[in-house]
Each structure stands twice: as C-alpha cells, then as structure tokens.
C-alpha cells in the first residue's frame, strides 16, 4: 500500500502535528510504502522511515496544478491530510481511485476546519475524540460527521512500562512537568498564575515548562516583557524553562509524577500519551477536549475546571503533600496506555480504515475558479485564527507584564 501524507509541520519541537506524521510513519512502515509532502523546509534523516518531498504549499493556483499533478504522479493508494490546507482545497481535483483520509488535529478551530472542508470528496475522517467528531456535524453536515472515525493517538514506541522507579509515588521531590508552553489555548496563563502559588509555599518539588517561553509579541519595541521566565523569582525548584528536543522530552516525561496541561482547547495530546505512559498523574481541565475521552477524575486522572488557577494549584499542592493518597491513580493512568493507547490498536484500527470501500463524491478535473474560491474560504478561516491570535496576544501581554510589575516576594 502506497500512503502519501501531506502536512505543514514535520520538523520536530514545534508541535504534535510534526509528530503526528512521524509517528504515523514508524507504526505503518511495515504495512506501507511512506512518501511525506511537507511545507516546511525539513531536511531528510539517515533514520526516517519514509521518503520526503518539500512542496511550496501556498494556496496559489499555480501551486493547487502542481500539487494536483504530484499526487498524479505519486500515484498513492492513499493520500493523508495531516494539516495541509492545499490539500484541503485541491481535494475535489485529485484522482477518483485515490483515498483521502483527513486528521483533524483539534477539536475546533482552524485545523478541524481544514480537516472538514470539502469533505464531500473526503472519504474518512480522523477526529481524534469523540468531542472532535461531534464538530464536524456542527460545523458542517451530518455526513461529515458520518466519515469520521474516532482513533486515539498511541503511545510513541519508546515509551517504557510499567512504571520507572524514578516516577513511582511516593518520592521527593515529585516533579511537575508542563508542556504546553506560552500557548493561551493550553492555558499557560493558568499554569503561570499556579505556578507563582505554588513558589510561595515551601512545597518541595521541580518544575519543567517544556515549550515556547517567549511571550507572543514581546519582542516589540519598548514592550516590558519578552519571555515568561522573567516573570518569576529566581527558585531552585523551577528546573526548566523553553524548548528541548523530543527525545530530551521525552526523557523528561518518563520521570514526571504530575503532568499539568488545562487547555482550552485540545485535539488528542500526544504528551498527554507519553506523560501516561512515564507513570506521570496527568491533570486536566473540564473544558470540552479530547483529553476527557482518556480521563475520568479520580480514577486515572485529575479534572480541574477550566480557567481557575486556585483548582489547579490546590490540585497539584495536594499531590505533593499527600503522595501516598494518589498511588492508586498514578497505576490506573499508567494501565489507561496497555487498554487504549496501545500502537497495534491504533495500526489496526487505521488499516481497518484504509481497506473501506471508496466514499467520496466524483471528482473533477482543476478549475481555476472552484479552486481560488475554496482557497479563499481557507484564508479567511485562518485569518479568523489570526484576529484571535491578536486578541490573546493583547491579553497575555497584558498577564505577564502585570506579572513582572509585582514581583512575587
């Protein structure tokens, strides 16, 4: 079987679309011939498990006829929208023979849209959890939601059970490990506000916050604050801030006792798997996301609600001063991996997919005019994204700045 997966991002550390595609390539390589269209610039390795062709993945009509005329010659059984928004709009255009499978990254938002968008020519969709599929009827129709099939992300291969002794409960100090980075929809606002009660106290424990530090649009003239770390005192507990290679985050993970992440939003976080799979106690928020499928409170897991710094601090300050009380919790989460998160569940499940009779609309030959149309409808969703993006950024630059205006005593 001939797959070609099209996605923007497959340069490592900048988010878990890239590894999304790396991922999805190790666990088929056996079963398939792996071509990867990136947009990004990525630069092939010794080791990687499938061939790369970097592709200009603007949404031009010049690009949409080459595109088109790619994926002619590739001649793929299969061809995977793993994020690829020329994909999206030169769908209706590609051959009838070939299957489009689409990966909805999140559970709203830009990337769900382009994973639903003429999904009349689509023939199944990943949503990533049942809150993700219930998008597609609301956004679209119920035969958009009709195609989606719900597949968790597995864990990566390199994942060690059972548990490590390092992350076994009780330990001191319990490490804490935060990946979401300055990102708003992970909520790092509230992890910072937590993260400063937590400093006050005299509460032994390290911290990693894995992921961008900078504050978005702090490298601005005369702006006060560039990166989040300048907002808190200088602490032997705070063991990290910024980026690290996956592999050294994957290191990290393996020996956390807390994983935090109380997004906003969330499509199916692979460091939520990897954190599991370390032994880590993952707590989330309530806010309808794909972690909520894998989670239930108390069981394998802690659920805060969304937005509310108090829950979260009170949450992880109780770990800490009562480890032996979430023992239990800690070996539930780390079983969760084995029942649901197991990669043959997901190779299966995917090769189930991928032998489904053809469902899609007859495609068409390119039009120019059909294609700058859907094109459009593409740049205004992400112009949308952008004018939010600027209405957080007005707010996170106003959090971090008031931050450092009162230093933490």
Known sequence: MRIAICTLSL???????????????GYLSDHCDITIVTGDGYVARPGDKFRVINFDASLSVEAGRKFVRLISELAPDIVVNSWFPLLTAAAPYLPDHIRIVTVSHFVNGELAWYAGHNHRYVDRII???SYGRRYFRRTFSRAAEAKADIVFNPI?????????P???LPATPLTIVYPGGSNYVKSADIVALALRRLLKTDLDFRFYWIGNDYVAGGRHIG??????SECFPADPRIARFGRVERDEARRIMASAHIFILPSRLEGFPISLCEA???GAIPIISDAPHGSLDLIDNRRNGIVVPQGSPDALFRAIADIIRHPDAYADIQRQAAATVATDLAPEKWTSEMLRIFALPLDHESRRPFSPLRFRLSALRCRLTHLRRKTIDALRLTYNLALYTLLRAFPQK
């Not at 900048?14 to 999304?20: D, K, L, N, P, R």
């Not at 291969?157 to 490590?164: E, I, V």
């Open 11 to 25: 340069i490592e550390g900048h988010g878990g679309v890239a590894s999304y595609a790396h991922d999805f390539a």
């Open 276 to 278: 599991l799979a370390g």
């Open 156 to 164: 990566p291969p390199t994942s060690q059970l059972p548990l490590s």
């Open 223 to 228: 702006l006060p604050v560039r990166h989040v």
């Open 166 to 168: 390092t992350s076994q």
């Open 127 to 129: 949503a990533l959890s």
